[in-house]
């Protein structure tokens, strides 16, 4: 059975880090890209970034570009989201999604909220 | 970035009812059109992928149509459970983008 499970999430202050991880298992973690999408509670839903499975290909939101930084651990099945220079607007609900050319399994979601 | 533009927001129907909610995108994104059913405080749910095929588990009375820029979302004989917030989401793109949500309210 497909889990993801992610971690990580708090009360950070503005201008603070943040580390996010997801633990997957269920499934041969390497052979699937893996995305972050984020939502603020009782907004839609954003997506953030992906990474390929092999680690070579990335991409991010216009939003958090030049400040988060996805990577993945295929040895460990992990997934991660470094997140830096965070504002009030990061502030949100973050899920590791799976990507079977369609985002067919997602995290519980763990909750970031940035303020002083 | 692709648009996805959903209605109505939010809609009220009762028990026994069929439902449609409209998703249109800016381009062309063939049929790569998902569907998520979300309640409160739960991640999103898979529906229906590829616009039209319905997700493991998923009942009957949910169906997904439509290509091109143009997509919708039935839900026949709507049921208890089925009162949530609605969402399309395109995969066309590496950037996925998500429709704002349509609430399925209690009449």
């Known amino acids: 059975e497909v889990h993801l499970v992610e971690s990580g999430g708090g009360l950070v202050q503005p201008g603070g880090s943040l580390r996010l991880s997801c633990a997957v298992s269920g499934f041969t973690f390497r052979n699937y890209w893996m995305h972050w999408v984020r939502q603020v509670p009782g907004e839609g839903l954003v997506w953030v970034s992906r990474i390929n499975g092999d680690e070579t290909s990335t991409s991010y939101a216009d939003s958090v570009k030049g400040r988060f930084t996805i990577s993945r651990d295929n040895t460990k099945n992990m997934l991660f989201l470094q997140m830096n220079s965070l504002t009030a607007e990061d502030t949100a609900v973050y899920y590791c999604?799976?990507?079977?050319?369609?985002?067919?399994?997602w995290g519980q979601g763990t909750l970031v909220t940035v303020s002083s | 970035d692709i648009q996805m533009t959903q209605s109505p927001s939010s809609l009220a129907a009762s028990i026994g009812d069929t439902i449609t909610i409209t998703c249109r995108a800016s381009?062309?994104?063939?049929?790569?059109l998902n569907w998520y059913q979300q309640k409160p405080g739960k991640a999103p749910k898979l529906l229906v992928y590829?616009?039209?095929t319905l997700a493991n588990g998923v009942s009957s009375r949910f169906s997904g149509s439509g290509s091109g820029t143009e997509f919708t979302l039935t839900i026949n004989s709507l049921q208890l459970e089925d009162f949530a917030t609605y969402s399309c989401q395109q995969s066309y793109s590496i950037q996925w983008t998500f429709g704002r949500g349509t609430r399925v309210e209690v009449k």
């Open positions: 381009q062309d994104i063939d049929v790569y």
């Open positions: 999604v799976r990507d079977d050319t369609y985002p067919d399994y």
């Open positions: 590829y616009a039209s």
